[in-house]
């Protein structure tokens, strides 16, 4: 594809219509309009459909600008490292809350002291959310939790999780899922690793909770767990770190349970800041630092190498 014409391409999403896109790209609307109709009968797909006075991007026009906006990213790193020699650029990570309140912080600054010149952007979520944004070219690379299904991504053990019950001081004690059927989970909404785990050990003794009430943090779900209002598993290095995590009562979960790991997941070749990211990050306990490629015939270029070699420059703002 040329880049020439990716750039017009996005041009005309981000400006929402030809004639302002025009302006920034320094053109005449005619000739846009005329680059954007070749572009489409090379492809032959329509990328965009009339929508009123404005234009909007049709499926396949969706599809094109994830691999648009990677392969224009991908242009203007290389260039930046050709003549600079630094490795630079944004690098788009996705993560589990968890790794990012209690796991990321201290590499993330150690990135940012060694790589000046590359910005991290950070997004939060569930494990499916991240996975659906990793497949929309959305970010580059996610820190998602077991269980997850692999697929066509490339993966490195990041962390483990020593994860732990939490119930109210006044609970009984919740050391069986049988004691627990009736109870209300509180939780990630769906696509949370660690709700799975729950509901699915709650299933092994055929019992379910009453009702899930979901949260979008950890701070609100053990305040609402120190309020009474129901159960939940958390990592005990986030307990540690919550301003009401001394007011929660801590169970133990079974050994099948209790240990969760977290990986670092990415679709194609890990690019230079990514290596350099994965090479921060600490041997995972239990596990040897390599990369479990993803499976051969989804791959299109040389074997991904392992962290850590021959890795520059990057950094978070």
């Excluded at 996975?131 to 990041?158: D, I, N, T, W």
């Excluded at 009736?182 to 092994?204: D, M």
């Excluded at 701070?219 to 767990?225: G, L, P, Q």
């Excluded at 120190?226 to 009401?244: F, N, R, S």
Aim: glycine share 8%; hydrophobic share 45%.
């Amino acid at each position: 594809m040329d880049l020439d014409d990716l750039h017009i391409f996005r041009c005309v999403v981000r400006e929402g219509g030809v004639t302002r896109a025009a302006s920034l790209l320094h053109r005449v609307p005619s000739n846009v309009t005329t680059r954007i109709k070749q572009f489409e009968e090379r492809l032959g797909v329509a990328l965009f459909r009339r929508q009123g006075r404005n234009l909007a991007l049709t499926e396949a026009g969706r599809t094109l600008l994830g691999h648009a906006e990677k392969l224009l990213d991908l242009a203007d790193l290389a260039e930046q490292e050709l003549r600079s020699g630094v490795v630079g650029g944004l690098l788009r990570l996705g993560s589990l809350e968890s790794a990012a309140g209690a796991r990321l912080p201290p590499i993330l600054s150690a990135f940012h002291a060694r790589y000046p010149d590359v910005t991290i952007e950070l997004r939060t979520g569930t494990t499916r959310a991240l996975l659906q944004q990793l497949e929309r070219f959305e970010v580059e690379a996610a820190f998602v939790s077991e269980p997850f299904e692999r697929g066509k991504l490339s993966s490195v053990p990041a962390f483990d999780e020593h994860l732990v019950l939490i119930t109210g001081r006044t609970a009984p004690r919740a050391g069986r899922s049988a004691a627990l059927g009736g109870q209300t989970v509180v939780a990630f909404p769906h696509g949370c690793s660690y709700r799975q785990r729950l509901i699915e050990w709650l299933a092994e003794q055929g019992t379910a909770p009453a009702r899930i009430l979901e949260m979008s943090s950890y701070h609100a779900i053990v305040a609402c767990v120190a309020a009474g209002t129901g159960v939940a598993i958390i990592p005990t290095e986030v307990l540690d770190q919550a301003v009401v995590g001394h007011a929660v009562e801590r169970h133990p979960l079974p050994a099948h349970l209790r240990l969760n790991r977290t990986h670092l997941v990415w679709s194609g070749e890990a690019s230079a800041p990514l290596q350099a990211l994965m090479a921060l990050l600490p041997p995972a306990a239990g596990a040897a630092r390599s990369v479990e490629p993803a499976p051969q015939a989804a791959r299109s270029g040389p074997p991904t190498s392992h962290a850590g070699s021959n890795q520059r420059s990057a950094s978070p703002s």
